[in-house]
């Protein structure tokens, strides 16, 4: 397995291309942006899915051209799939550049993806939005924008809710340890490294 991160620009959105290197399979992760360095790496491999950890417009503003040139089937949890199809709902309205983007998979908790010979698990997270997942392959979880280094996603925008989020979070603190994460924006951490300062956390949501 491998992990390449790519950082849009205008939002400092991270995109992640999880690749079976064996099968030279991937799926793209929250592309934000649509670069020319993102398009020559995934020249040399098939795109099976385009993978939405929830959906906001700083990570889907490269669905559009990504799917054009991939014929990647776009999925994203049940709950956000209007989102993706509503400028307002997926905030792009207010940017000047509305997305209005069909899902063509609508996911639950607990679907298996498979990937080449990857398994992906979608872990229904909502508080961030209601739809907001993670995504958890071997010892990494993408945890998009529900965990941070440090940090935990916004709730007060539409859709939101602290004390999901909260249950969110214990959550996956309990069921996944030892994990890797990815996050959405800023730098990778592990789950130890972010349990431990979550309890003094809470008291900002």
């Known amino acids: 397995m491998r992990v390449t991160k790519y950082i849009s620009e205008s939002m400092q ?45 700083d990570h889907i503003w490269g669905v559009e051209k990504l799917k054009a040139i991939t014929s990647a089937p776009v999925a994203i949890h049940q709950a956000d799939g209007d989102m993706l199809r509503d400028p307002e709902s997926n905030l792009s309205a207010f940017t000047g550049k509305s997305i209005a983007i069909e899902a063509d998979v609508l996911l639950n908790d607990g679907d298996l993806i498979t990937i080449g010979e990857l398994e992906v698990k979608v872990l229904h997270t909502p508080g961030h939005t209601p739809g907001s997942v993670c995504y958890a392959c071997g010892g990494v979880v993408f945890s998009g924008d529900t965990i941070f280094a440090g940090s935990v996603g916004r709730t007060d925008f539409p859709g939101g809710d602290a004390g999901k989020l909260v249950d969110s979070v214990d959550m996956m603190i309990k069921s996944y340890p030892g994990v890797a994460l990815y996050p959405g924006h800023g730098e990778m951490t592990t789950m130890e490294e972010f349990a431990r300062s979550w309890e003094s956390l809470k008291n900002w949501l």
Do not use: M, R, W
């Open 13 to 57: 959105e991270n995109c992640y291309v999880l690749e079976d290197e064996k099968s030279k399979a991937c799926a793209v992760i929250d592309p934000g942006d649509f670069t020319d360095d993102l398009l020559a790496y995934i020249g040399n491999l098939k795109v099976q899915y385009i993978l939405l950890t929830h959906g906001h417009f």
